[in-house]
């Protein structure tokens, strides 16, 4: 069981940066609370005939910065407290980017797979005939997060130009491209964490075949092990919801994708190749250089942390170590490559989808690459230089990035901010 709420844990790492600057106590204390969270209860019509009810929530935590913007995930364990917390990230994430955003988070209290693809249409649409005056392209701007992907981010604009009467793209980034949506958004949150370890690769200390494993085998998780696969390193371990598979001598990707893309979990491949079925908190703990947490928060904790065999982790997840872990892994001198500068390749390029969305005007996948490779390495290297600077973690080293950027962007605002309605 984790040991802190993802609320406890992010609000700990904010105090920590908060030691570093001289940021007054009132912006500190702007930012523990969100700005507005939305409960609703989604009701639709099952297949069946039948309704049924979904508890969902929209957070909108800080838009100091600009427009709020995040993910919408759906997941039968989501609570306000997850959302209100990726939100918190969001913010933060957003910051360390110098994204013109600020930060939001929405979910749905669902295990998708129970529905089917007409069900799941009617329930994404719901949330957007809910959510419809909070969301907007210059005021909350929703993506994709677990379990939601690029065909419910499409059913989602589509609703919400039916609601305002016209076609409005930037409403939501991580659409088809058919509706508006970006090249290379698809691939982003991965290319984002793999340009990052590149860049640092000499300050980590990696060089030559490295071996990885990847927790959680979804978008983030298969893009991650395809690109260092591509390089020649060896996947050595993958796990989804149902198991871990193992191969010392590198698992096949090509397998593992085939299997996942007809619905089932990576254990489907066990006895393939050499592929070992292992349990799936083993994984954590495997032989590797890096490791890559790509499922959901808190999955390295106090009792794995100390299992951890690899000298690098890259946090492609929101909030996958707890801070008692970070605190057994810097002990350890176990590189963690904080989530709110790791995972960002996904805001990133979908920025860039807003932005194209908003000039009319769509580029080709060079320019998407480059332009995000260039933000990665430059706010990359700047968290590394303050961690070298203050002493820190690159965890803190990304909150004090992202503080100070906040701190301005609130100082600027003036007092009329302090009691925004
Ligand atoms: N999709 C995006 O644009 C972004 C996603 N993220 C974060 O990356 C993480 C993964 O998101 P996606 O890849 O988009 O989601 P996804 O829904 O495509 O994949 C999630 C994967 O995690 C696996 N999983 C769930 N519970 C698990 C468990 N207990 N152990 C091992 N695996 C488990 C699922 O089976 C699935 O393979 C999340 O923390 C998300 O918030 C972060 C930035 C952007
Ligand atoms: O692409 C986006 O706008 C947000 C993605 C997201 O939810 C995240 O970075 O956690």
């Avoid at 009132?26 to 609370?33: A, C, Q, R, S, T």
């Avoid at 490791?291 to 946090?315: C, D, F, G, Q, S």
Wanted: proline share 4%; hydrophobic share 40%; charged share 20%.
């Amino acid at each position: 069981m984790p040991e802190t709420s993802p609320l406890d844990s992010a609000l700990t790492r904010l105090d920590e940066a908060a030691t570093h600057l001289n940021v007054d106590a009132d912006v500190i204390e702007k930012l523990k609370y969100p700005r507005e969270t939305t409960k609703v209860r989604l009701m639709i019509r099952m297949d069946d005939g039948s309704r049924k009810s979904f508890l969902a929530w929209r957070c909108r935590y800080d838009d100091t910065r600009g427009p709020t913007k995040g993910g919408i995930r759906f997941h039968p364990d989501a609570t306000a407290d997850e959302v209100e917390m990726l939100a918190f990230w969001m913010t933060f994430k957003c910051a360390v980017m110098n994204l013109p955003y600020g930060g939001g988070k929405g979910a749905v209290q669902v295990d998708p797979r129970q529905l089917s693809k007409a069900e799941l249409e009617r329930l994404s649409r719901a949330y957007i005939q809910a959510f419809s005056r909070i969301i907007g392209p210059d005021r909350d701007i929703p993506a994709p997060d677990v379990y939601t992907n690029s065909m419910i981010m499409g059913w989602m604009a589509d609703e919400y130009s039916q609601i305002v009467g016209e076609g409005s793209p930037a409403v939501i980034t991580g659409k088809p491209l058919a509706l508006g949506g970006s090249v290379g958004r698809g691939d982003a949150t991965a290319r984002g964490g793999y340009y990052l370890v590149c860049h640092l690769a000499q300050e980590l200390g990696l060089s030559g075949s490295m071996k990885i494993a990847v927790q959680g085998f979804g978008n983030a998780g298969q893009h991650i092990a395809s690109m260092f696969a591509a390089d020649g390193h060896t996947i050595v371990a993958v796990s989804d919801s149902g198991g871990a598979v193992y191969a010392a001598n590198g698992l096949d990707l090509k397998a593992l994708m085939a299997a996942k893309a007809e619905g089932h979990s990576v254990i489907y491949t066990a006895g393939h190749s050499g592929h070992q079925a292992i349990a799936a908190n083993e994984l954590v703990g495997v032989d590797c250089d890096v490791l890559v947490p790509a499922a959901l928060e808190n999955m390295i904790h106090k009792t794995n942390a100390e299992t951890v065999k690899a000298r690098i982790v890259l946090e492609l997840a929101n909030g996958p170590v707890t801070p008692e872990a970070d605190a057994i892994l810097a002990s350890r001198n176990v590189v963690v490559l904080p989530d709110i500068l790791a995972n960002a390749g996904g805001v990133t390029v979908s920025y860039f989808e807003w932005v194209q969305n908003k000039q009319g005007y769509y580029w080709e996948l060079d320019e998407v690459h480059t332009r995000l490779r260039t933000i990665m390495e430059r706010e990359g290297r700047a968290v590394w230089q303050h961690s070298v600077d203050h002493g820190v973690t690159p965890r803190t080293a990304a909150y004090i990035h992202a503080l100070s950027r906040l701190a301005e962007a609130i100082e600027a605002h003036g007092t009329q901010s302090y009691f925004d309605s």
